[in-house]
Each structure stands twice: as C-alpha cells, then as structure tokens.
C-alpha cells in the first residue's frame, strides 16, 4: 500500500484531532504529491489516525495573518482536485470542518458508524472556507447544505448517507474496506464507479422539487429567518451568500467568491469575539495553582457515583435533574413532603416534557427519573460522593445542614454550597473538613442553564477544586472558578449594572426604553425584564444580605415588593405579564411602574434627564466592565475570559461581542476608562475607577493582553 | 396642447400557458399580429407609425431582444420604424400606452402603436434568475423576491378578507366573462391568430404539434359553481391554510394587444374616430410584500391631479391578480360593483402580465362607449409593491 502499490493511503496523524495545521499541511501536501509523482498509484484513500478523521483547521492558525509560505487546507485540497488519480475518504471517527471539506474534495467517502460529520465554522463566526460552501451545496442541494451549515452541528454517519454527504457506511476496519473499494475503482471503473467524481464538474439544485427559479426567493427566505448582521447575524448572512454563489457562479468563482467572504469574516468583529470565546472555554480549568507545576488541567477524573442533594425547593430539584439526566443517581433529602411532593411533580413533568419533544425515549425517561430518589432521611446521603446543598439563604440554617453533614457523608465527599450570597468560609467552618467544603453556584434553571461558578474558600483544597471542575465537565457545563467574595463573580458584577439600570429609570429614562436598548446590544432581555425573571423579592433580598437595603436613591424595589409585583411569577413586576401574550413571559411595558418611578424620583428630588441610547448602554457595559476589572484585581475572578464565559452562559451577554471584557478590549480600555472617569465627576463614587483598569488605559493595553497583573503593579 | 387619441385596438384572443394554443408561439409572432392589425384597422400607413411600444413583464428569451423593435418589423413595417421595450411587470401594457401617448404628446409624434405581449408558455419557467438576488436588497427588502402568491396570502391573512369573499366574487368574474362572450363583447378587440400548438398525451408524453385557430380567449370557465371554487385546496406552496386557489386567482396565459394612438388633429385631418383620449397616469408604492393593494394608492392620486371622484367615473377595469386583493381595492376605494370588471377579468379571462393593461385599455374604451360613460379608469397592482392607474376620457 505503499511506493509502487496500486492504491497508496495517506494517513492524517496529527494528535489530538489531527488539525490541519499549516505545519500539518505543508507534510500533508507532500504526501499527496508523492502520490501524484508516483505513476504506479491509480488511487489514494485518506484515513485518519487517533481514532478521528479529523477536527479541521487550527484555530490558533487564524489568530493572524497568515505566513505568505503557508500551507492551508485549500492548497491540499487543491491538490486533491487536480489530480486524476481516484481519491478516497475512509472516515472513522468526527469529520468536522476542513476535515470534511477535505473529504468532499474526494471521488468517494465512506465512513463507520460510529462517524459523525459536520461543518461548525459558523460556531467561530466563519463560514468553511476550503471550498465547503461550493462543494456542499453541489453535493447534497443547496437548502440541505445551508441548512447543515447555519446549525453548524454535526450529523450521524447515517444520517449523512440520507442526505447524500456519505456514499454509505462503510463496515469496519474502515481502511481495508475503503482500499479494497479504491482498487476496484481503480482497477475497473464502471459507469456507477467511474475514476472521477469532482463535486466541481457539478451544478447546485436547491432541493428536491424546487425549481431553480425559486433562488432569489430561497435566499430572501434565509436572510429573513436570520437575526441582523449586526445581532450575531453577520456570519450566517455571508453564508446564504457564499451558497447563493454555489448556484449561480461557476465553481472556480464560486470558491474566489467563498475565500472573500472568509477572509471578511476572518477579520470581523464578531469572529474575533467568538473565536475568544472559544479558547477562553479551553482555559476555564487551568488552575495555576492547582497539581503542583503552574498551570495543568484542573479536569483530572474525578468519578462521581452518586450524588446528593440537600433540599427539594426548585434549585435543589433543578440540580437533582442536572445530576439525573447526565447518569448519575442522586439522592435527594427533604422533610417537607409538601416541597417533596411538588419536586416529584417538576422531575417527572421535565422528562415526560422531553419524551414529547422527542429527546428523550419513555424507557430512558423513565430509567432518569427512577434516578432521583427523594428521602427524609439523611443517612441515605452516606454514600454520596459530592453532596449539593441548597436550602433556604440563611447562614445559621445552612451551617446546621453542613453540621449534619460533616458526620453523615463519607471523609472522601465534597461537601457543596449552592449559596449565592453568603460566605464559604462560615459555611466550612460548621464542619471538620473545610478543606473539602466549596461553592457550586447553578443557576436557575440548575437543569438547563449551562453556567456553573466553581466558588473557593480560603481552606478549599486544590483536590477538591479539581474535582468540582470534573463534576461540571459530567454535567456538561461551563465551570468557572470564583473566589470567595460576595456575589462571586456573576452576580457581584450584575449588581452594578442593575444599579445603572435603576438610576437611569430614576431619572425618567423608561425600563421598556432600557431594556430596549440592551436588546439592541444583543442580550435576550434587557436588565428589568431579567430582575422580573429572577424575581424581585429576591433582589430585594439580595440587597438587604449586602447591608445595601434603604441605601439606593430611591425605595422603588421595595414599593413593587411591597405592591405584591414579584416579577414574572406574580405576572408583574417592572413590567406587567399576560398569560394571552407569549404565554405570559412576554414583558409588556406597564404606565403604572414608570408612574411609581417618577413619584420616588419626585420625593427625593431627582430631576429628570433624559439619557440618549449610547449612554444607556455605556452605563450599564461599563459598570460591568469596571466591577469586573475590580474582581481581577482582588484575585474574584482569574482572567477576563473567564468573566466573560459567566457572561455569555450566565447572564445572556451576546457572544458576538465575546462577553464585558472583550468588549472593552474591543471598544479599548482607554476610551472605556474615559467614560467611567466622566461618569464619576457626573453621578458620583460608585464609579470610582479600578486601578487595574486605569494602569492597562494609560499603557494602552488590552484586559486580554497578559499583561493585565502588570498593569496592576505599578498602578 | 396636443392630445393623444386612440383610434383602434387589436388583440389576439388569450391562450391559455402550457397547455393552449400559443404555447409556443414566440412573443414578435403575436405581438407582430396585433401591431399590424392596429395599424390596418386604423387604416395608416405602416410608414407612417413613429414608433412601436410595448409593453412586456418578462422581457426576455421569446420575449426578448427589443420586443417592441422585433414586432413593429414582424408587423411588416418598414424599418424606419423604431420601437421599445417598456417593463412594469404586470402594469407594462399600460404603462406602454401611456408612454405611446406621452411620445405624441410631448414629442411631437403623429402616430404611435402601443400595447403589450406575455409569453408564459414560453419564458417563464426558463426565466433568467442567476444574479438576481442583490446582497442589500435580499437582506433589507426580500419581499422583492417573494412569489406574488404568497403576496396574497398576506394580504388576505393581514386585512383579514375570508375565503367566501374570493370565491364569489371569482364566481361572479366567470359569469360576467361568459356572458360578455355570449353577447360578443370581446369580438370587436380580437384578431384571430393562426398557430402550431404543441400537444402531449398525459398518457404516453408522446408531444406532436397540430394547427389551430383560436377565435376567442379560451381560459373561461362558465360551468364554475360556487361549491367547485370552494372545494379547491391553497395555491400557496408549503401553506395549507391559504385562502388563495387557483380558481380565485388569474391564469397564467400568453397573448398580445395593441393600439394606434395619434395626435388629435391628426386624427381629424385624417378623419379618423376616436375611441377615447388619454388624459393622465398615476403610479404609487407600498410594501412589495403586499403588492395587490395598492390601487388604493394609485387611484386616488390619479383622481386628485384631475380633479375628480370616484363617482366621476363610468368604467372601472382593475386588474384581477388574485380574488383577494381585487375585492379589497374595489371595497376600500368603494367602487360600484356594477361599474367595476364589468366582463370579468384576469381570472376569467387569462393573465398574460404585459398584455393585460393593453387589454383592459381597449375593453374599458370600447364598452365604455357602449354605455355611454364619459371616464374610464384602469389600475393594476405591480409585484414588487407598485399600483398603477390610467385616466381616458371616452370618446
């Protein structure tokens, strides 16, 4: 299979996911023109080693400009298009991006079961930029294609062979099969077999009985489904562009069109944020101090058996569920039967909910559901591995719980707060292991929301900080570490900006017109229609936990408390709700509230002044960005980034704009630590600059940039 | 001031697309046929026409290449004669006339021939669309490129015009059609035309061609019932709801018309009669998603620069694209039913885009005068969000 042999294979061997990386590329590339050298070689099968065909391109290698020299994906896929000789695709294993696009370069493509294959670029703000968008459409129609594409999810092996991506599923070892088949071809090529297959020598249809007419008005459709360019929409845009091109252009100007509109987005805004976002993820769980020698993954295996969780409420059965439908049984104490009772209603109600929507098969639901085993008794916590609390906010009934605890779980459990307000070490300290005791921060609700803070106390041990970061990779979520302060990092940095909120509402700017503009910006809902969803006894209780209750300018929060508007769950609060509009989470603005700010606004003799929408948005970013530039500061929060992954997943920052912190580098720090220096002369010492922020504004530094500590230093 | 005057009208009968009897008859072919027979019942001299217009929706391919120049030659004109494409989609045959009338009018023209052709058959499915999505517009304005179909479903979603409404007022255009032809009201418009059709046995699919000579529009049904129109499912591709069905909807057709328009004086030196005098035209805009509505725009524009009301007029013609958006315009500029397509319209009769407004011209003057009415009016709506309205004043 070799030098001489009829059928030669070229193995993709760049671990872990052999990433066509330039370096990658340029071997990749020689390989192949040995091949082509070799007169001998009538066909060429690629495989891939490591157990994956591959994960596509580097994206480290779009982080600049490319070398002139570079190899790219599309100079190996040059190559494969030119030649004459038969080329085919044995995948074993995911085929994503340039990878795919590799495999659609090829005359044939086979692939094992267990094979899922995708195009995700638009995940990074991109579209596949190897010649996918041509291809793809050409292939499979361009509706499919664009369909696959604008998810940027990857499909089964055997859902790929219905679209027509697959020619079938090739049975394992895949390499044998797939040679065997290439020196068939190569051998006697038959009309159904010929040599060649070139995607490129094809026209795009749109889709099964779709004449070719329709196009303009498919287009039309797409862009119209698609959310604005200027609203996380940009990519997808250029992407029902570059398919439009696949029907309407020859290939060869198909894929200059393709390159253009790759390179566009390569240097756009939002792809430099997502791609941000992208490595930010990757480092959430390097811990510098954590194993010893700088920086390791904190994700060492740490297997949880079973789980516990103390308290039914809707937190503690929204954890429950978390643990549940990831595999693991969980044991749920409560003495209240009522709260038992209802938590039994919301675990079986949420899995028969995905039963109906199709995710889920009865047997499975069921086998889930069977997981939760709900008790009043404690011993039943014995054998638990990690045991969640979360009862009532109230520091005295919570240390009770964890002094119960401490004797009833085995030496070896983590012992876990879900508190958001109160403070770990006093929670610890109820117990005779404070170095296993920690905060596991979920949010509502714990079963979908995939934000997970990680909180540190002062004798947390690097063990048991390794294994929370293990228990949120089981559980799929983003795990973020936060130290021990109050609010930790999410909810410490959204006090300020609901501060803003509510101090521009004071001053007459309306909460529909706020919310208003933060949609504008990106966020699913704008700052009150959050506080409604989250409730404003809460805020309130929030407040009064800091000590900051009656401090505000004015009581409005209280007066809404007070008035019974709750917030969504009352079908009131800064705004009114109606079961009739959007099935009652449809925030509609209400005259009452605006009239309730201005009476409170009236009584402590604040003017009105009209804010225009730039400041609105300013305010509330900047504060954000400042509180969080503090938490960097006291060592809350490690890095930017992982403040902007609580932002993105927690609190529904656009990641186009790549969460708070990005955004500042991308507005720059220096611009954004002028308005914060204006917005203290104007509204007062809450908007006292941080030093960190104020070092990186005059080094004309980015927060991202690693010198964000140095900054600090001799600032 | 000069005026133009129309002094005679010519038109083939309406085949229906696809499956009647022009369905590959090329555009010059049919428009060639009408421009001559204008210019020979007018009793002109082809030598003496300044200028040929027409009006095309789809000008290209059969009716392609110039279609104004290609018929004013195929009609036997000398090639002194220039000629001219006008597109307004839907509105072209009207817009042509207009324009014919503008050139005597403004520019000293004596004789002008002005009207308007449809292949169907013959361009539509093979329409030229690559490149037509344009980045800006596919994004801000993509109603631009949505399917006058699904136009209508939202005109009769959003104003909320019921099912009922369109099938009788279908039902009533069929009766008036079949009538009208029974009584012979279209005769004195329609040339009869010779032509190969094309054939295929639903069958076998073995195709052969056979000659015929089709002597009246042939897209009328008078055995429509109330009950067959309300039985039919949703035109609307991918809409089972929609309320539109082909039959509260105009055919697709192929077909041409033409008129001589000349200067007054003209016309009296020579001693020819007048049928009407163009007196002014009127375009207005709206939301290309909902495109039918907007005669309610363009009328009364056209009424207010003359002075006049919706009870001045005798004769309505107002194109019937869809049930849907004709009852809709008819009620809301309130509109006397018995004044209004008074011989039915589009979906009666067939809807080839650039001959229609050419059609309805020549009907509304014609049966204006045999009423006795002294305005006529004739609007159509225009994909793309465009209503269009003419003023005659009937001679």
């Known amino acids: ?715 | 001031m000069r005026e133009a005057v129309i002094v005679s009208v010519a038109r083939t009968p309406i085949g229906r697309a696809f499956r009647g009897a022009f369905n590959q008859t090329p555009g010059a072919t049919m428009a060639g046929h009408v421009v001559k027979a204008a210019i020979g019942r007018a009793g002109l001299d082809p030598g003496e026409v300044d200028d040929v217009v027409m009006g095309c929706g789809l000008p290209e391919g059969a009716t392609g290449n110039n279609i104004g120049r290609t018929a004013a030659l195929r009609a036997g004109c000398p090639v002194s004669v220039a000629g001219q494409t006008v597109s307004r989609f839907c509105a072209s045959g009207l817009d042509a006339i207009a324009s014919g009338a503008r050139r005597i009018v403004a520019d000293g023209a004596n004789v002008v021939v002005a009207g308007g052709v449809e292949s169907i058959s013959m361009v539509q499915n093979d329409l030229h669309v690559r490149f037509l999505g344009e980045e800006w517009l596919l994004r801000h304005q993509p109603d631009l490129y949505t399917p006058m179909l699904y136009t209508a479903d939202f005109v009769a979603k959003k104003y909320d015009v019921a099912r009922e409404r369109q099938d009788e007022y279908a039902l009533q255009s069929q009766q008036r059609t079949s009538a009208a032809q029974v009584a012979g009201r279209f005769d004195a418009e329609i040339v009869p035309m010779p032509s190969w059709k094309r054939l295929e046995d639903p069958v076998s699919g073995a195709v052969s061609e056979s000659q015929v000579q089709l002597g009246r529009d042939e897209g009328n049904r008078p055995d429509t019932t109330l009950e067959g129109l309300s039985k039919l499912k949703s035109a609307v591709p991918g809409v089972a709801d929609a309320s539109v069905t082909a039959g509260n909807s105009s055919q697709l057709s192929d077909g041409a018309g033409a008129v001589a328009i000349v200067e007054a004086s003209f016309a009296a030196t020579r001693n020819l009669q007048p049928l009407g005098v163009y007196r002014g035209y009127a375009v207005a805009g709206c939301e290309p998603g909902e495109m039918g509505i907007a005669p309610v725009l363009a009328v009364p524009k056209l009424l207010r620069q003359h002075g006049l009301t919706v009870a001045d007029i005798g004769i309505w013609e107002l194109n019937e694209a869809f049930a849907v958006q004709t009852v809709y315009c008819r009620d809301m500029l309130e509109i006397p039913n018995d004044r209004f397509n008074v011989d039915g319209g589009a979906i009666s009769i067939g809807h080839p885009y650039g001959m229609s407004g050419a059609r309805m011209t020549m009907h509304a003057l014609l049966e204006g005068k045999r009423r006795g009415e002294q305005y006529a009016v004739v609007t159509m709506c225009v994909a793309g969000g465009i209503g269009a309205a003419a003023l005659f004043e009937i001679a």
């Open chain 1, 1 to 715: 299979m070799a030098e001489g042999d009829a059928v030669r294979v070229i193995t993709l061997d760049n671990p872990p996911v052999n990433a066509l990386s330039f370096a990658y590329c340029k071997e990749l590339l020689a390989a192949i023109e040995a091949a082509e050298s070799d007169s001998a070689t009538r066909a060429v099968v690629i495989a891939g080693a490591n157990g994956i065909f591959s994960a596509g391109a580097d994206v480290n290698d779009f982080a600049q400009e490319p070398p002139a020299d570079a190899i790219t994906v599309r100079d190996v896929i040059g190559a494969v298009e030119r030649s004459e000789k038969t080329y085919v695709a044995a995948i074993d294993g995911n085929c994503l991006g340039g990878g795919l696009e590799l495999a659609l370069a090829c005359d044939y493509r086979g692939a094992s079961g267990r094979s899922r294959l995708g195009l995700p670029e638009i995940r990074l703000g991109l579209i596949p930029g190897a010649g996918g968008t041509q291809r793809l459409p050409r292939l499979i129609g361009a509706r499919a294609a664009l369909e696959l594409m604008l998810k940027g999810s990857s499909v089964s092996a055997e859902r790929a062979v219905e679209l027509g991506i697959l020619d079938e599923i090739t049975p394992a070892p895949v390499l044998e099969a797939a040679v065997e088949f290439a020196r068939r071809v190569a051998d006697s090529p038959t009309a159904e077999t010929p040599r060649k297959r070139r995607l490129s020598a094809r026209e795009a249809e749109i889709g099964p009985g779709v004449p070719k007419i329709a196009l303009p008005y498919v287009a039309a459709q797409a862009h119209k489904m698609l959310p604005p360019e200027e609203r996380g929409g940009l990519a997808a845009h250029r992407l029902v562009d570059a398919v439009e091109a696949a029907m309407e252009l020859p290939f060869a100007l198909g894929v200059a069109r393709e390159a253009r509109l790759f390179e566009e987005l390569a240097r756009s805004k939002p792809s430099l944020a997502l791609r941000h976002v992208f490595f930010a993820e990757r480092e959430l769980a390097k811990i510098p101090d954590i194993a010893g020698t700088g920086r390791s993954d904190a994700t060492a295996r740490h297997d949880i058996v079973s789980a516990g969780v103390v308290g039914a409420g809707t937190m503690g059965s929204g954890i429950a569920i978390a643990f549940a439908q990831c595999g693991i049984p969980v044991t749920v104490v409560d003495s209240n039967d009522d709260a038992v009772d209802k938590a039994r209603q919301t675990v079986m109600g949420m899995f028969m909910y995905q039963v109906q929507k199709g995710k889920l098969t009865q047997e499975e639901a069921w086998r889930r559901a069977q997981a939760i085993v709900f008790t009043d008794d404690w011993r039943e916590l014995a054998a638990a591995d990690v045991i969640v609390e979360a009862v009532f906010e109230d520091l005295d009934v919570k240390r009770d719980v964890y002094a119960k605890l401490d004797g009833i779980a085995k030496p070896s459990a983590i012992l876990a707060t879900n508190t958001s307000t109160l403070d770990i070490d006093r929670i610890a300290e109820a117990t005779k292991r404070p170095q296993r005791v920690l905060g596991l921060h979920f949010f509502v609700p714990a079963n979908i929301m995939p934000l997970l803070e990680i909180v540190r106390g002062a004798q947390t041990s690097p063990e048991a900080i390794a294994f929370a970061f293990g228990a949120g990779k089981t559980l799929r979520k983003k795990a973020v570490l936060s130290g021990n302060a109050f609010g930790f990092i999410g909810n410490r940095m959204i006090l300020d900006y609901l501060r803003e909120a509510m101090a521009l509402a004071e001053d007459g700017n309306s909460a529909a017109r706020i919310d208003g503009v933060m949609r504008d910006f990106g966020f699913p809902m704008g700052p009150f229609a959050m506080s409604d969803l989250s409730g404003l006894d809460v805020g309130l209780h929030i407040a009064r936990a800091r000590g900051d209750e009656g401090k505000g300018r004015t009581d409005v929060l209280r007066r809404l408390v007070d008035m019974g508007r709750l917030g969504q769950k009352s079908m009131a609060g800064f705004f009114r709700y109606d079961k009739a509009v959007g099935k009652g989470r449809e925030a509609i603005a209400d005259p009452v509230v605006d009239e309730i700010f201005a009476d409170a606004a009236r009584s402590a003799g604040i003017p009105a002044r009209h804010a225009d929408d730039a400041e609105i948005r300013e305010r509330l970013l900047y504060a954000l960005i400042n509180r969080g530039a503090y938490l960097l500061e006291d060592g809350v929060a490690l890095r930017p980034g992982d403040m902007d992954i609580v932002y993105i997943y927690g609190y529904g920052f656009p990641p186009h704009h790549g969460g708070p912190m990005w955004y500042a580098d991308e507005v720059g720090v220096d611009k954004v630590y002028g308005r914060i220096r204006e917005f203290e002369a104007q509204f007062g010492p809450q908007w006292k600059p941080s030093a960190l922020l104020r070092g990186v504004a005059e080094d004309g530094g980015t927060l991202g940039a690693a010198d964000a500590r140095k900054a600090l230093s001799h600032a």
